[in-house]
Nanobody, 111 residues
């Protein structure tokens, strides 16, 4: 059974940092691309960052230079390091592998 579990969400001040984790189980993790999405209240879910099975990465323009996606295949885990957080980064963050989604983790940036 495929399962994705996100963690690491918290309340942080503008300019702060957080690291989100997405632990996967139930399939051969290392062969798949992994994506982080986010959904802010009243807005559509958007793609934030992706990492291919081979390690290539891609970012939304809004987070380039501030967020870094990485993966540890030995732990079946993908990370999203978020630096220089802004108020507009507040959202529920989800990881996705193919059609499978995690339950999400809340990130709140507030002064």
């Amino acid at each position: 059974q495929v399962q994705l579990v996100e963690s690491g969400g918290d309340v942080v001040q503008p300019g702060g940092s957080l690291r989100l984790s997405c632990e996967a189980s139930g399939f051969a993790f290392r062969f798949f691309d992994v994506h982080w999405h986010r959904q802010a209240p009243g807005k559509q879910r958007e793609l934030v960052a992706s990492i291919a099975s081979g390690g290539a990465t891609n970012y939304a323009d809004s987070v380039k230079g501030r967020f870094t996606i990485s993966r540890d295949n030995s732990k079946s885990t993908v990370y999203l390091q978020m630096n220089s957080l802004k108020l507009e980064d507040t959202a529920v963050y989800y990881c996705r592998i193919t059609a499978y989604w995690g339950q999400g983790t809340q990130v709140t940036v507030s002064s």
